[in-house]
Protein backbone atom coordinates (compact mmCIF):
# COMPACT_ATOMS: atom_id res chain seq x y z
CA UNK A 1 0.00 0.00 0.00
CA UNK A 2 1.53 3.44 -1.16
CA UNK A 3 1.57 6.02 1.34
CA UNK A 4 -0.58 8.28 0.22
CA UNK A 5 -3.28 5.64 0.42
CA UNK A 6 -2.05 5.05 3.84
CA UNK A 7 -2.70 8.67 4.35
CA UNK A 8 -6.00 8.94 3.49
CA UNK A 9 -7.17 6.12 6.06
CA UNK A 10 -6.08 8.03 8.70
CA UNK A 11 -8.75 8.10 11.17
CA UNK A 12 -6.70 11.18 13.55
CA UNK A 13 -7.37 14.31 13.58
CA UNK A 14 -5.06 16.99 13.65
CA UNK A 15 -4.61 18.07 17.35
CA UNK A 16 -2.22 20.48 17.44
CA UNK A 17 -4.96 22.63 15.13
CA UNK A 18 -7.66 20.94 17.09
CA UNK A 19 -5.92 22.39 19.85
CA UNK A 20 -5.91 25.48 18.62
CA UNK A 21 -9.43 26.33 17.43
CA UNK A 22 -10.71 25.25 20.81
CA UNK A 23 -8.50 27.39 22.67
CA UNK A 24 -9.57 30.28 20.91
CA UNK A 25 -13.68 28.91 20.99
CA UNK A 26 -12.58 29.11 24.47
CA UNK A 27 -11.31 32.71 25.00
CA UNK A 28 -13.75 33.97 22.73
CA UNK A 29 -16.73 32.51 24.85
CA UNK A 30 -14.61 34.18 28.21
CA UNK A 31 -13.98 37.63 26.27
CA UNK A 32 -17.75 37.59 24.83
CA UNK A 33 -19.22 37.05 28.69
CA UNK A 34 -16.56 39.94 29.81
CA UNK A 35 -17.51 42.61 27.14
CA UNK A 36 -21.34 41.38 27.14
CA UNK A 37 -22.28 41.35 30.83
CA UNK A 38 -22.78 45.19 31.41
CA UNK A 39 -24.69 46.19 28.29
CA UNK A 40 -26.52 43.05 28.30
CA UNK A 41 -27.73 43.77 32.11
CA UNK A 42 -28.57 47.09 30.85
CA UNK A 43 -30.56 46.06 27.61
CA UNK A 44 -31.65 42.59 28.94
CA UNK A 45 -31.33 42.65 32.75
CA UNK A 46 -29.38 39.35 32.22
CA UNK A 47 -25.72 39.45 32.04
CA UNK A 48 -25.68 35.98 30.75
CA UNK A 49 -27.43 37.03 27.13
CA UNK A 50 -24.93 36.95 24.72
CA UNK A 51 -22.68 34.39 26.16
CA UNK A 52 -25.67 32.46 26.95
CA UNK A 53 -26.05 31.83 22.80
CA UNK A 54 -22.87 32.55 21.56
CA UNK A 55 -22.39 29.36 24.22
CA UNK A 56 -25.10 27.35 22.55
CA UNK A 57 -24.20 27.96 18.69
CA UNK A 58 -20.04 27.11 19.80
CA UNK A 59 -21.86 23.86 20.35
CA UNK A 60 -23.55 23.11 17.51
CA UNK A 61 -20.42 24.64 16.04
CA UNK A 62 -18.14 22.00 17.22
CA UNK A 63 -20.77 19.61 16.26
CA UNK A 64 -20.47 20.86 12.94
CA UNK A 65 -16.54 20.64 12.27
CA UNK A 66 -16.26 17.12 13.90
CA UNK A 67 -18.99 16.02 11.46
CA UNK A 68 -17.18 17.81 8.21
CA UNK A 69 -14.21 16.05 10.00
CA UNK A 70 -15.64 12.95 8.71
CA UNK A 71 -16.84 13.93 5.66
CA UNK A 72 -14.27 13.39 2.87
CA UNK A 73 -13.74 16.74 1.31
CA UNK A 74 -13.55 15.19 -2.49
CA UNK A 75 -17.16 14.65 -1.69
CA UNK A 76 -17.91 18.03 -0.04
CA UNK A 77 -16.19 19.03 -3.69
CA UNK A 78 -18.85 17.12 -5.96
CA UNK A 79 -21.64 19.14 -3.88
CA UNK A 80 -20.02 22.53 -3.60
CA UNK A 81 -21.87 24.04 -7.00
CA UNK A 82 -25.07 23.43 -5.44
CA UNK A 83 -23.96 24.98 -2.62
CA UNK A 84 -22.79 28.01 -4.14
CA UNK A 85 -26.41 28.11 -6.32
CA UNK A 86 -28.26 27.93 -3.02
CA UNK A 87 -26.05 30.62 -1.31
CA UNK A 88 -27.20 33.10 -3.95
CA UNK A 89 -30.49 32.10 -4.25
CA UNK A 90 -30.66 32.75 -0.52
CA UNK A 91 -28.72 36.24 -0.86
CA UNK A 92 -31.79 37.07 -3.31
CA UNK A 93 -34.57 36.38 -0.78
CA UNK A 94 -33.06 38.43 1.68
CA UNK A 95 -33.52 41.19 0.21
CA UNK A 96 -37.28 40.43 -0.56
CA UNK A 97 -39.19 42.50 2.81
CA UNK A 98 -41.34 39.99 4.61
CA UNK A 99 -38.59 37.55 3.95
CA UNK A 100 -35.29 39.07 4.97
CA UNK A 101 -34.69 40.67 7.91
CA UNK A 102 -33.77 44.34 8.28
CA UNK A 103 -31.30 46.04 11.09
CA UNK A 104 -30.15 49.54 11.30
CA UNK A 105 -31.27 50.25 7.49
CA UNK A 106 -29.73 47.18 6.12
CA UNK A 107 -31.70 43.96 5.31
CA UNK A 108 -29.15 41.07 5.35
CA UNK A 109 -30.50 38.45 7.93
CA UNK A 110 -33.28 36.04 7.94
CA UNK A 111 -35.22 36.15 11.26
CA UNK A 112 -35.89 32.71 12.31
CA UNK A 113 -37.10 33.42 16.27
CA UNK A 114 -34.87 32.16 18.51
CA UNK A 115 -31.99 33.89 16.31
CA UNK A 116 -31.34 35.81 13.11
CA UNK A 117 -29.18 34.17 10.34
CA UNK A 118 -26.72 35.92 7.28
CA UNK A 119 -26.66 33.87 4.50
CA UNK A 120 -23.34 35.88 3.49
CA UNK A 121 -21.53 33.67 6.06
CA UNK A 122 -22.84 30.78 4.49
CA UNK A 123 -22.05 32.12 0.88
CA UNK A 124 -18.33 33.21 2.01
CA UNK A 125 -17.67 29.10 2.61
CA UNK A 126 -19.81 28.01 -0.37
CA UNK A 127 -17.75 29.84 -2.48
CA UNK A 128 -14.14 28.68 -1.63
CA UNK A 129 -15.64 25.18 -2.13
CA UNK A 130 -17.12 25.88 -5.34
CA UNK A 131 -14.20 27.84 -6.69
CA UNK A 132 -11.94 25.41 -5.75
CA UNK A 133 -13.94 22.26 -7.25
CA UNK A 134 -14.15 24.53 -10.32
CA UNK A 135 -10.37 25.48 -10.45
CA UNK A 136 -9.25 21.99 -9.61
CA UNK A 137 -11.13 20.79 -13.03
CA UNK A 138 -10.27 23.07 -15.13
CA UNK A 139 -6.87 25.28 -13.86
CA UNK A 140 -5.45 25.56 -17.43
CA UNK A 141 -7.93 26.93 -18.72
CA UNK A 142 -6.92 30.18 -17.10
CA UNK A 143 -4.31 31.24 -18.78
CA UNK A 144 -7.31 32.65 -21.61
CA UNK A 145 -9.21 35.95 -20.53
CA UNK A 146 -12.33 35.66 -21.92
CA UNK A 147 -13.30 31.85 -21.34
CA UNK A 148 -11.13 31.14 -18.56
CA UNK A 149 -11.28 33.87 -16.46
CA UNK A 150 -14.28 36.21 -16.81
CA UNK A 151 -17.00 33.40 -16.31
CA UNK A 152 -15.33 33.60 -12.66
CA UNK A 153 -15.47 37.10 -12.60
CA UNK A 154 -18.97 37.13 -13.16
CA UNK A 155 -20.65 34.86 -10.95
CA UNK A 156 -18.42 37.13 -8.11
CA UNK A 157 -19.91 39.93 -9.43
CA UNK A 158 -23.41 38.68 -9.24
CA UNK A 159 -22.49 37.92 -5.59
CA UNK A 160 -21.25 41.25 -4.92
CA UNK A 161 -24.13 43.25 -6.56
CA UNK A 162 -26.70 41.11 -4.21
CA UNK A 163 -24.04 42.43 -1.13
CA UNK A 164 -23.80 45.88 -2.24
CA UNK A 165 -28.38 45.63 -2.28
CA UNK A 166 -28.06 44.67 1.11
CA UNK A 167 -25.40 47.35 2.44
CA UNK A 168 -22.75 44.75 3.33
CA UNK A 169 -19.61 46.33 2.25
CA UNK A 170 -17.36 44.40 4.26
CA UNK A 171 -18.28 40.92 2.90
CA UNK A 172 -17.81 42.17 -0.29
CA UNK A 173 -14.14 43.30 0.15
CA UNK A 174 -13.81 39.70 1.77
CA UNK A 175 -15.53 37.67 -0.94
CA UNK A 176 -13.73 39.79 -3.74
CA UNK A 177 -10.38 39.29 -1.76
CA UNK A 178 -10.92 35.20 -1.38
CA UNK A 179 -11.98 35.03 -4.99
CA UNK A 180 -8.22 36.77 -6.17
CA UNK A 181 -6.58 34.09 -3.70
CA UNK A 182 -7.99 31.26 -5.12
CA UNK A 183 -8.07 32.57 -8.51
CA UNK A 184 -4.17 33.43 -8.67
CA UNK A 185 -3.39 30.12 -6.41
CA UNK A 186 -4.67 28.38 -9.50
CA UNK A 187 -2.92 29.76 -12.21
CA UNK A 188 -4.88 33.13 -13.06
CA UNK A 189 -2.62 35.60 -14.95
CA UNK A 190 -1.80 38.43 -12.81
CA UNK A 191 -1.64 40.66 -15.59
CA UNK A 192 -5.34 39.81 -16.27
CA UNK A 193 -6.28 41.47 -12.81
CA UNK A 194 -4.46 44.49 -13.68
CA UNK A 195 -6.77 45.00 -16.97
CA UNK A 196 -10.18 45.18 -14.39
CA UNK A 197 -8.25 46.49 -11.59
CA UNK A 198 -8.84 49.52 -12.73
CA UNK A 199 -12.33 49.48 -14.18
CA UNK A 200 -13.53 47.93 -10.61
CA UNK A 201 -11.66 50.65 -8.57
CA UNK A 202 -13.22 53.34 -10.59
CA UNK A 203 -16.85 51.63 -10.11
CA UNK A 204 -16.32 50.75 -6.32
CA UNK A 205 -15.23 54.65 -5.67
CA UNK A 206 -19.09 55.64 -7.72
CA UNK A 207 -20.55 53.17 -5.10
CA UNK A 208 -19.29 54.39 -2.17
CA UNK A 209 -20.33 58.07 -2.78
CA UNK A 210 -24.06 56.68 -3.16
CA UNK A 211 -24.00 55.90 0.22
CA UNK A 212 -23.50 58.83 2.79
CA UNK A 213 -22.49 56.83 6.07
CA UNK A 214 -19.71 55.17 4.19
CA UNK A 215 -17.57 59.06 3.20
CA UNK A 216 -18.14 59.49 6.84
CA UNK A 217 -16.43 56.97 7.86
CA UNK A 218 -13.82 57.79 5.39
CA UNK A 219 -13.23 61.20 6.23
CA UNK A 220 -13.14 60.06 9.81
CA UNK A 221 -10.51 57.89 9.23
CA UNK A 222 -8.48 60.59 7.01
CA UNK A 223 -9.47 62.91 9.89
CA UNK A 224 -11.31 65.47 8.40
CA UNK A 225 -14.55 64.75 10.88
CA UNK A 226 -12.48 63.88 13.95
CA UNK A 227 -15.77 64.76 16.40
CA UNK A 228 -15.40 62.10 19.21
CA UNK A 229 -18.73 62.32 19.99
CA UNK A 230 -19.79 62.05 16.10
CA UNK A 231 -19.10 60.13 13.72
CA UNK A 232 -15.29 59.15 15.50
CA UNK A 233 -16.73 57.99 18.78
CA UNK A 234 -16.74 54.14 18.04
CA UNK A 235 -13.32 53.81 16.87
CA UNK A 236 -11.84 56.89 19.31
CA UNK A 237 -13.08 54.62 22.55
CA UNK A 238 -11.89 51.85 20.73
CA UNK A 239 -8.41 53.56 20.39
CA UNK A 240 -9.10 54.44 24.02
CA UNK A 241 -9.88 51.03 25.43
CA UNK A 242 -6.57 50.22 23.28
CA UNK A 243 -4.11 52.98 24.83
CA UNK A 244 -5.36 52.52 28.14
CA UNK A 245 -4.72 48.77 28.53
CA UNK A 246 -1.29 49.37 28.76
CA UNK A 247 1.43 46.26 29.21
CA UNK A 248 -0.72 44.13 31.64
CA UNK A 249 -4.52 45.61 31.20
CA UNK A 250 -6.77 46.63 33.52
CA UNK A 251 -7.89 42.81 34.53
CA UNK A 252 -10.51 40.42 33.29
CA UNK A 253 -13.63 42.04 33.54
CA UNK A 254 -12.27 45.49 34.78
CA UNK A 255 -12.91 47.28 30.94
CA UNK A 256 -14.34 50.62 31.86
CA UNK A 257 -15.09 50.94 27.62
CA UNK A 258 -16.97 48.79 27.73
CA UNK A 259 -19.69 50.17 29.97
CA UNK A 260 -22.12 51.67 27.27
CA UNK A 261 -18.86 53.64 25.47
CA UNK A 262 -17.75 51.20 23.04
CA UNK A 263 -21.46 50.14 21.23
CA UNK A 264 -21.98 46.76 21.23
CA UNK A 265 -18.52 45.64 22.45
CA UNK A 266 -19.42 42.03 22.16
CA UNK A 267 -19.79 42.25 18.39
CA UNK A 268 -16.85 43.80 15.86
CA UNK A 269 -15.12 46.08 18.13
CA UNK A 270 -14.24 43.23 21.10
CA UNK A 271 -10.71 43.08 20.23
CA UNK A 272 -10.72 46.32 21.83
CA UNK A 273 -12.12 45.33 25.09
CA UNK A 274 -9.61 42.06 25.04
CA UNK A 275 -6.51 44.75 24.76
CA UNK A 276 -7.88 47.09 27.60
CA UNK A 277 -8.20 43.99 29.91
CA UNK A 278 -5.81 41.64 28.88
CA UNK A 279 -3.22 44.51 27.87
CA UNK A 280 -0.26 44.30 25.22
CA UNK A 281 0.67 41.05 26.74
CA UNK A 282 -2.45 39.14 26.43
CA UNK A 283 -3.11 41.39 22.86
CA UNK A 284 -0.02 39.21 21.57
CA UNK A 285 -0.95 36.21 23.02
CA UNK A 286 -4.25 36.18 21.17
CA UNK A 287 -2.53 37.26 18.38
CA UNK A 288 0.11 34.77 18.09
CA UNK A 289 -2.22 32.31 18.52
CA UNK A 290 -4.25 33.36 15.45
CA UNK A 291 -1.07 33.43 13.42
CA UNK A 292 0.00 29.75 14.35
CA UNK A 293 -3.59 28.77 13.31
CA UNK A 294 -3.01 30.54 9.86
CA UNK A 295 0.65 28.69 9.38
CA UNK A 296 -0.75 25.52 10.31
CA UNK A 297 -3.58 26.11 7.56
CA UNK A 298 -1.20 27.10 4.93
CA UNK A 299 1.00 23.70 5.70
CA UNK A 300 -2.14 21.72 5.47
CA UNK A 301 -2.76 22.92 2.27
CA UNK A 302 0.64 22.95 0.55
CA UNK A 303 0.47 19.03 2.10
CA UNK A 304 -2.56 17.88 0.81
CA UNK A 305 -2.81 15.43 -1.57
CA UNK A 306 -4.43 17.35 -4.46
CA UNK A 307 -5.29 20.58 -5.61
CA UNK A 308 -8.93 20.48 -4.56
CA UNK A 309 -7.46 19.89 -1.01
CA UNK A 310 -4.86 22.64 -1.59
CA UNK A 311 -7.19 24.82 -2.59
CA UNK A 312 -10.06 24.00 -0.23
CA UNK A 313 -7.33 24.48 2.25
CA UNK A 314 -5.84 28.18 0.98
CA UNK A 315 -9.75 29.51 0.36
CA UNK A 316 -10.46 28.18 3.96
CA UNK A 317 -7.34 29.33 5.69
CA UNK A 318 -7.69 32.74 3.71
CA UNK A 319 -11.21 33.33 4.91
CA UNK A 320 -10.19 33.65 8.74
CA UNK A 321 -6.72 35.48 7.97
CA UNK A 322 -8.41 38.13 6.31
CA UNK A 323 -11.10 38.16 8.87
CA UNK A 324 -8.50 38.27 11.28
CA UNK A 325 -6.54 40.72 9.72
CA UNK A 326 -8.85 43.25 8.65
CA UNK A 327 -10.86 43.10 12.40
CA UNK A 328 -7.48 43.75 13.77
CA UNK A 329 -6.56 46.76 11.28
CA UNK A 330 -10.31 48.10 11.80
CA UNK A 331 -10.35 48.23 15.74
CA UNK A 332 -7.03 49.80 15.55
CA UNK A 333 -7.74 52.65 12.60
CA UNK A 334 -5.12 51.16 10.37
CA UNK A 335 -8.31 50.91 7.68
CA UNK A 336 -11.68 53.09 8.11
CA UNK A 337 -14.29 51.33 9.93
CA UNK A 338 -16.54 48.57 8.38
CA UNK A 339 -18.23 45.36 10.18
CA UNK A 340 -15.85 42.72 10.10
CA UNK A 341 -16.14 40.16 12.96
CA UNK A 342 -13.60 38.31 14.71
CA UNK A 343 -13.10 34.90 14.68
CA UNK A 344 -14.19 32.84 17.48
CA UNK A 345 -14.23 35.90 19.08
CA UNK A 346 -16.83 38.18 17.99
CA UNK A 347 -20.41 37.85 19.16
CA UNK A 348 -22.97 36.08 16.18
CA UNK A 349 -23.94 32.86 16.16
CA UNK A 350 -23.83 32.31 11.93
CA UNK A 351 -20.13 33.19 12.15
CA UNK A 352 -18.88 31.07 14.33
CA UNK A 353 -20.94 27.88 13.21
CA UNK A 354 -19.74 28.53 9.68
CA UNK A 355 -16.44 28.87 10.77
CA UNK A 356 -16.44 25.66 12.67
CA UNK A 357 -18.01 24.23 9.58
CA UNK A 358 -14.94 25.29 7.55
CA UNK A 359 -12.29 23.89 9.88
CA UNK A 360 -13.73 21.03 10.20
CA UNK A 361 -13.31 20.85 6.50
CA UNK A 362 -9.28 21.80 7.13
CA UNK A 363 -9.25 19.30 10.02
CA UNK A 364 -10.24 16.45 6.77
CA UNK A 365 -7.65 17.76 4.11
CA UNK A 366 -5.21 17.25 6.91
CA UNK A 367 -6.07 13.68 7.45
CA UNK A 368 -5.45 12.88 4.39
CA UNK A 369 -2.14 14.65 3.88
CA UNK A 370 1.39 12.71 3.92
CA UNK A 371 2.55 13.48 7.58
CA UNK A 372 4.09 16.84 7.56
CA UNK A 373 6.43 16.21 10.39
CA UNK A 374 8.31 12.83 9.26
CA UNK A 375 11.61 14.10 9.01
CA UNK A 376 11.39 15.73 12.26
CA UNK A 377 10.23 12.23 14.05
CA UNK A 378 12.29 9.54 12.77
CA UNK A 379 16.12 9.65 12.05
CA UNK A 380 17.67 9.95 8.98
CA UNK A 381 19.14 6.97 7.10
CA UNK A 382 23.02 6.65 8.17
CA UNK A 383 22.47 8.73 11.10
CA UNK A 384 22.76 7.22 14.76
CA UNK A 385 21.30 8.76 17.81
CA UNK A 386 22.76 9.48 20.60
Known sequence: MTEQKMSRKGKDLDFFLLTLILTLTAIGLLMVFSASSYYAMFRFGDKFEFVFKQSIFAVAGIFGMLITSRIDYHFIGKVSPILAIL????????????????????????????????????????????????????????????????????????????LYLEHHMSAIVIVTMLSLVLLICAGAKFTHFLAVSLPAGVLLGFLMTLEGYRMDRLLTFFGKTADPTGDAYQITNSLVAIGSGGLFGRGLGRSLQKNLYIPEPQSDFIFSILAEELGFIGSVTVIVLFVLLIIRGMRIAMNAPDSLGGLMGVGITSLFAIQFLLNIAVVSKTIPTTGIPLPFFSSGGTSLVFMMVAMGILLNISRQTVPMFRASTVASPGRTRR
Open 87 to 162: GIILLGLVLIPGIGYEINGARRWFNLGFTTVQPSEFMKLALILALSFSLSQRHNKLKSFVSGLIPYLIMVGIIDAE
